[in-house]
């Protein structure tokens, strides 16, 4: 493949940025790689195992030349990060985002930026709950979504760039604006999430069960609820901060559901239950047809992703 853009500068090295540098590499899609973490400890392994061709202990150093900026940090910290490297950014350059909200980044991160400088913030849909530069892997992101959403002000052939980039990685593309997919992900990513903290929160609370029987039983359900939960707490402290209103009232929604689902139990209707579990059921065949997950007892991601239980994440 041909290289899409001369200089990447990769804005924070966890999961995301080190899976987009082994990726790019894997395909030749960028000249030269620089980045920054806050970290001496992650910077020096991101030149150790080859990450980036340069690091720099500061943000501002790494984006000087570069045309493509991709700000990989949790949300609540792209204001502040955007307003340290705007005055050193590259006119034409373009600088993107992987956050899980969009409409905050958006208001955070734009007005730091200055004319010339291109803003198409995205959003890959895929993860592991590891982090760290060592986490990452090159076919992280075959064959799954990234959501692109352009501001007004985005120009159109700096959006189809960072498309052409996303594709020749491996991602399926599409583009929406930033409050639809702040109201997408609070349904398929960030509820879930809460509810995945809030399940495990409940069973360390349960006196009736000890914590050897919830590990020693945890090959069902509750299993796939602890490996949400273990994804980084600072990212998912932001999410929720920043995506509130849509988490709400997704929230609001779910327990409504909920309590349907305890008086159906409560009153012994069955035909309720029955039916309620065989429309959700559904979902989960149509999310395998669509080559999203597999069928397999531990849906797929032994095959390719790292550790024993590595997880699509948002």
Not at 54 to 68: M, P, Q, Y
Not at 143 to 171: F, H, I, K, Q
């Amino acid at each position: 493949m041909a290289v899409i853009y001369k200089r990447v500068a990769l804005i924070g090295l966890g999961l995301i940025a080190s899976s987009m540098a082994l990726a790019m590499r894997a395909g030749g899609l960028a000249g030269e790689i620089t980045g920054h973490a806050k970290s001496a400890e992650t910077r020096d392994v991101a030149l150790e195992i080859g990450l980036c061709d340069r690091v720099f202990a500061t943000a501002a150093e790494a984006v000087e030349g570069a045309d493509l900026v991709v700000l990989a940090v949790p949300v609540g910290a792209m204001g502040a990060l955007a307003r340290e490297i705007g005055p050193h950014l590259a006119p034409g350059a373009t600088v993107t985002d992987v956050g899980s909200v969009k409409q905050a980044v958006i208001d955070a991160v734009a007005p730091h930026l200055p004319p010339g400088v291109a803003f198409v913030p995205g959003h890959p849909l895929a993860g592991t709950e590891y982090s760290g530069p060592r986490s990452g892997f090159a076919t992280l992101f075959r064959n799954r979504w990234c959501l692109l959403t352009p501001t007004e002000s985005s120009p159109p052939d700096a959006v189809a760039r960072l498309r052409a980039l996303w594709e020749a990685m491996g991602s399926n593309v599409d583009e929406m604006d930033a409050a639809h997919h702040d109201l997408v992900l609070a349904v398929v990513s960030h509820t879930p999430h809460l509810i995945a903290y809030t399940m495990v929160g409940v069973a360390d609370h349960l006196a009736q069960v000890s914590n050897s029987e919830v590990i020693k039983y945890s090959a069902s359900g509750f299993r796939d609820f602890t490996r949400i939960a273990a994804s980084d707490p600072t990212m998912w402290r932001d999410v929720f901060l920043t995506n509130r209103d849509a988490t709400l009232d997704v929230l609001g929604r779910f327990t409504e559901e909920l309590f349907a689902l305890q008086r159906a139990i409560r009153l012994g209707d069955g035909d309720h239950l029955h039916a309620y579990f065989t429309r959700t059921r559904a979902i989960r065949r149509g999310i395998i047809e669509a080559g999203q997950d597999t069928a397999a007892p531990d849906f797929g991601r032994g095959a390719d992703a790292k550790g024993p239980a590595a997880a699509r994440a948002g």
